[in-house]
Structure formats: C-alpha cells, structure tokens
C-alpha cells in the first residue's frame, strides 16, 4: 500500500510540474494580449485575468485545456466545466454560452485550443488499426475527460516549437498525431471514433451541421436534410438534437444570430440589414429572438460591446 501511494504522490508531482510548465508557455506567448494565434496551425492561446460574463460563441471541432484557471460552457440544458485537471472536447460545431469563472491578475486564466481536422482522425485510426466504435448510435458532441501526464507533455513539445518556428512543418504535424492518438485511447476516444467513423450516425449528422453552417441563410427543409443523412426525418430529428442539444431550427437560429452580431459589430451594420443578410424576413422577428439570446435588443447589445 505505501509503494502505491508513493506512486501516487510521485504522479500527481510529476502533474504540477507538468501544468506549472504548461502555464508558463502559454502565460510567456500572452503577455501583451488575451489571445494569440500562435504559428502552429489550429493552435491559439489564451490569457484572461480576470472572470467573464456569458457570452455566446461556436466552439469548433477541437480540444481545449487550462493551465491555470476554469471555465463553464453550457450547451442547450448541458454544463460542462474544464479546468487543469479535465479537458473539453468538441467533435462538431456547437453553439455555446462560455464564461471564465477562476481568473486573477494574480493567477491568471491560460489555456489553449488545438483544433481537429476529422480526415486526419480517420486516417489515424487507419493507420494505428484502432477499432471501430462499439456503438453506431451518435452522443453529445461535446464532453469533458480527465488529462493526463503524456498528454500534457505532447503539448508541451508542441508549444515548445514556437521558440524556433523553422521546425514547426516537420515537427508539429507528427506531435499533434500523438495528441489526437492519446485523445482516441483515452476516456472520450469512442466520441471521437464516433464522428471519424464514415457511416456511423454520428458522422451523417455532422455532414448535415456543416451544411447548416455553410447554408444557414437559406430556408430550411428538415426532410431534404435528413435524406442528404440518409435517414427519415424523425430518426434525423432525434439524432441532431442528440449531438447538438438543440433542434435543427434551434441551431440555425442561433448561427444566424451570431453572424448577424458579428455583422452589426464589425462591419457596423445596422440592425435591419443585417437580419435580412441572415435570412430573416422580419425585423421585428429577429429583434425578438435577438433579445431572447444575448439578453438585450440589437442597438443596445452592440453599444454596450463597443464600450467594452
């Protein structure tokens, strides 16, 4: 019994040492700037020093850690919170409401974002003859798992590229295959073997978001998505909302309401313009369903995100 808890000690030390190392890359590409597009493709930093409110955003296909700090993400009725011990893990594009909630000038919010390209994670199960996944039913695209020390060492290496970016075509592509492997022997590797699988429910519905995503201006035909899924609208229904928490019109809804945002703040403009832009057809409607979601009528929302 002492060896096993002599063990345990010697890992959970190795762990601190490990996330204290973490925290101090992320915290040294950050110093001027809360979020940092590092030269790593899909690879981003963050730095916040200090809590967030809520604020509505698409969480991609992708895993996120923290060094330091926590924070929430709610998805339909779903909370899911991360922090240095547990990772997120988002297989489809997800609409979400994030708030950091442990962050100070004196321990700052770092973490990171690394996103997944699904042809590479079926080509790595090919290649590493990973089994398929024991059950073709889909599940939440979205889930939290434990971190573990090689994992945390993986992006380490990886973060370690940044001080001499001449290696980072050779040497990055190869570090972030083992990350994507460990994350598919991990606790969560079945979700991720779930969408990567050609076939399996799962990776219909995500063929179907990423045409919401490309189309959510058009008019929107439940059965004329289904059938692109190969399924009855019922079976399809059911499935979206599974992955997604939301229904399909609900997920539409809200990309067209964060695009529309994202028009009347950056490109500045004006409310009505910008519902049509989207596919409304009536501004009262979109001003509507605009208050329900960010807590405040478009001209008055933008305003205050201006001043902040």
Partial sequence: ?????????????????????????????????????????????????????PVTGMYEPSICMVAQGAKRVLLGNDTYVYDSHHYLITSVHLPTVVQIFEASPERPYLGLRLKFDLREISQLMADSNLPSPRTQQSSRGMATGEVTLP????????????????????????????????????????????????????????????????????????DDLA??????????HHHFRTMTALSPLQYQKQLRLQEARRLMLAERMDAANAAFQVGYESPSQFSREYNRMFGAPPLRDITKLRHM
Avoid at 17 to 40: N, W
Avoid at 200 to 216: C, E, T, V, Y
Avoid at 227 to 236: C, D, G, N, P, Y
């Fill in 1 to 53: 019994m002492r060896n096993e808890a002599n063990i345990q000690d010697i890992d959970n030390s190795s762990m601190d040492v490990a996330l204290k190392a973490l925290g101090k890359s992320i915290a040294r590409c950050t110093e001027k700037e809360e979020q940092h597009t590092t030269a790593i493709p899909g690879l981003s930093l963050f730095r916040r020093e200090e809590p967030t409110e």
């Fill in 151 to 222: 994992l945390i060492n993986a992006f380490l290496r990886l973060l370690d590229l940044l001080s001499d970016e001449k290696d980072i075509p050779i040497l990055a592509p190869n570090i972030q295959r083992e990350i994507i492997y460990r994350l598919l022997v991990g606790d969560q590797g079945e979700r991720l073997r779930q969408i990567a699988s050609t076939g399996s429910q799962s990776h219909q519905i995500s063929r179907a978001i990423d045409w919401l995503k490309g189309n959510f201006t058009q008019p929107l035909s439940i």
């Fill in 227 to 236: 059938e692109q899924a190969r399924m009855s609208s019922s079976t399809f």
